[in-house]
């Protein structure tokens, strides 16, 4: 195999890609100075030389202490628990939320082998437990898809044992959209959740 | 800058990828068994060590001659001329053309500084001198925007002298298109290049 097609291949396994936009990549980076593959390569290498789990909430981190559970500014309290740390950066960039995180690393999935162990949840027992009554609030923010439903529900019946308040992200009509295109069940869930003005 | 956030600027600088797509694609690897990101990244870094351009028609290549030129069974007293190696590839895919391939290297752009001594035009007329009236048919298969129109007039006028015909691609309606989506100018080309059925 020729190394053309070789990182074609490679380009191709990368979610979004496929063979035809692979081999434009491709031929972008034959066609550009050749610091600009020098330099993908390189950042590649080393995002897996040195990006880990933070020991504490198992966000991506470059040290034992991710930078969010390391800001003594950040309210230790709450914990919002998320599927995956790419959450972690979509809530944390609305710059709206305070608090501190906890990925699981997925849902639970019973048919795909994934239960409470599979999952960082007896951490996250561990350190609602271990905080001694100063996580006030845990905010479940798993995907409202049947798994992650299915996943709050399992960990409000385990943590709620606890202390902490247990809370779960709105559901509702999303900022932006026109009603006229709003599934069924997001404008059942918008009716059921409407609120004062 | 965390190595999460140099990556990422790394893959926004690919064509067609923007900062959320680039996102996606970093924590996809950090998902991923470490292995596909050193994959790609190894595969990434030789393809600038090894891929070079043909000695010959100035496509990529790993030796010295690309793997059509160096093909015996190639009709040689054919050269398609074409923008890019990109061009190389897509018209080599059809399986329909036996000949052989010039890569220019762009095409002329006096406002961007490219005359025909930015092109790789000198060594195309010197692969049909030097061929002693071998080559027969020069195909200009440039693009059909204004710069590669302007490439093909200069072109024709300095590769008729030496002796082979010089062609163009036909325009027309690409197949598979609705006459309802097809603009004027090609329609136009069109009916003025109909053919007897």
Redesign the interface.
Known sequence: M???D??TR??S?????GPR?A?????????SP?E?????????????D??RACDVCGN?S?STTCDICADARRDASVICVVE???DV?SIDRTGQFAGTFHVLGGSLSPLDGVGPEQLRIAALLERVRESDGRVREVILATNPSVEGEATAVYLEGVIRPLGPRVTRLARGIPVGSDLEFVDGSTLAEALFGRREM
């Open positions: 020729s190394v053309i070789e990182v490679e380009f396994r990368l979610p979004g890609v936009t081999t434009r990549l491709v031929y972008h980076l034959l066609r050749s600009q593959a020098r330099d993908l390569a390189r950042s590649i290498s080393s995002l897996i040195r990006v991506f470059e995956s740390a790419f950066r």
